[in-house]
């Protein structure tokens, strides 16, 4: 058992990272990136990747991420990174938009694809996937819509996974191809050859570079890095022991130092930070709140943000109806530095609506002795969240606990009051 000493240092140096991680994420103060063009691109060059997500309660994944980043965020911005080859949609741990400067580190991937040495084999129909690259060749970018069905049944959306759609993300993945855009959620699929960038570099790197680059990339989004973390979801054979080996180098050399990072359950994990952060004040964080993505950054590593935040997030809405605490959609609440609760959203688009079926403060003892600053803030981020959906009024249904019921309720009632 860990000496009651041990533990307190090793949660003080969990809060620490914690707060490293969100001036590193930007989410600390208003505007670290930017905005437009520019600071999007620069906030997904310092996350890594921005995960794409097909639910829509509210915002997609990908745009609720850069929301919280990049004041007067639009999803045009996104498209025009695209569109200009300044960022390329791939494989991370899950669909991501990723900065082009990466897409040497997706051909791992890419080449265990084409071998089939992974089991998320898409087709094996190599003459099927030779007409649909000649087909593309000749004719242009296309979608799956654009190749008939077998018999000429028609489409039944996102889950129709007929024998072209497979041979275009098999060819997808495998790198022969390139999604150039999205029309109504449904990619777009051209060449690899007329996508990327003249300069774009394509060779495959070594087991040790990939495990370099994994490590730099942590370090950049969060400011430290675990082993755990820079392989989350990636099985390539000897790479978590590739990226250990890189850790304890850098932490010889003296660009790392070791500290203990309590995990749940009692154990604790190797966390390597860089000694400047550890060293150094970060920003004061300022007065707002933030309503994050289920898939943000901090977030998906669930075992990670609890460790870092105290803080047990699970989105709901995979979790049977009956066992489910508080909601279908339930997003995490920031408040300055801390995690203080989750909001169960719904975005009613057709009638300009947001609905907060319950906003629970989980940790109200993490918000100031007069929580009325903290309330306005708050649902300052629940309306912002709306104005982003394309919605104008706010509707709160419950609050949890009941004591912060009445000042969150007149904050809402204000934003809806104050709204142009």
């Avoid at 969100?22 to 990136?33: E, S």
């Avoid at 060059?45 to 995960?51: H, I, K, W």
């Avoid at 639009?74 to 991370?92: C, K, N, T």
């Avoid at 403060?361 to 982003?388: K, N, S, T, W, Y």
Wanted: net charge positive.
């Amino acid at each position: 058992m860990p000496r009651a000493g041990a533990t307190r240092t090793a949660s003080a140096t969990a809060s620490r990272l914690g707060r490293i991680a969100l001036h590193r994420q930007g989410l600390l103060q208003r505007a670290p990136f930017g905005s437009g063009v520019a600071g999007t691109r620069r906030a997904i060059e310092r996350l890594g990747y921005v995960q794409i997500d097909t639910i829509s309660v509210v915002s997609r994944a990908h745009d609720h991420v850069l929301q919280a980043r990049v004041p007067g965020y639009r999803p045009a911005l996104l498209e025009s990174l695209q569109a200009d080859s300044q960022i390329f949609e791939y494989w991370a741990h899950a669909a991501a938009y990723l900065p082009m400067r990466d897409y040497r580190h997706a051909r791992p991937h890419m080449d265990a694809m084409r071998a089939r040495q992974t089991r998320w084999v898409r087709s094996r129909d190599t003459r099927l996937m030779r007409q649909v690259l000649d087909r593309i060749r000749e004719q242009g970018p296309l979608q799956a819509r654009n190749f008939a069905a077998p018999g000429g049944r028609r489409s039944t959306g996102w889950w129709d996974w007929k024998p072209a759609k497979r041979a275009l993300e098999q060819l997808f993945m495998q790198g022969d191809l390139m999604v150039v855009g999205r029309s109504g959620f449904q990619k777009i699929y051209d060449l690899t050859e007329r996508v990327l960038p003249e300069d774009a570099d394509t060779s495959s790197p070594s087991l040790a570079e990939h495990a370099r680059y994994l490590v730099a990339g942590q370090r950049n989004a969060m400011g430290f890095a675990t082993t755990r973390a820079c392989v989350y979801q990636r099985q390539t054979p000897g790479l978590r022991e590739a990226v250990t080996a890189v850790l304890e180098a850098d932490c010889r050399r003296g660009a790392l130092i070791e500290v203990p990072l309590p995990n749940p359950g009692g154990r604790t994990e190797r966390a390597f930070v860089e000694p400047a952060a550890l060293e150094s004040r970060a920003p004061r964080a300022s007065g707002r709140a933030r309503v994050l993505s289920p898939f943000d950054n901090v977030m998906i590593r669930r075992q990670l943000a609890r460790s870092l935040f105290g803080f047990d997030y699970q989105l709901e809405c995979y979790v049977p109806a009956s066992r489910r605490r508080f909601g279908y959609f339930c997003l995490p609440v920031l408040y300055r530095d801390r995690f203080v609760g989750r909001a169960d959203y719904k975005a009613h688009r057709n009638t300009g609506r947001l609905e907060v079926r319950l906003l629970a403060v989980e940790h109200p003892e993490r918000l100031p002795r007069d929580p009325e600053p903290a309330c306005r803030a708050i649902a300052a981020a629940l309306f912002e969240l709306g104005r982003h959906n394309g919605c104008t009024r706010l509707d709160l249904v419950r609050v949890q606990p009941g004591r912060l019921s009445a000042p969150i309720t007149e904050a809402c009632r204000k934003a809806n009051e104050e709204d142009p």
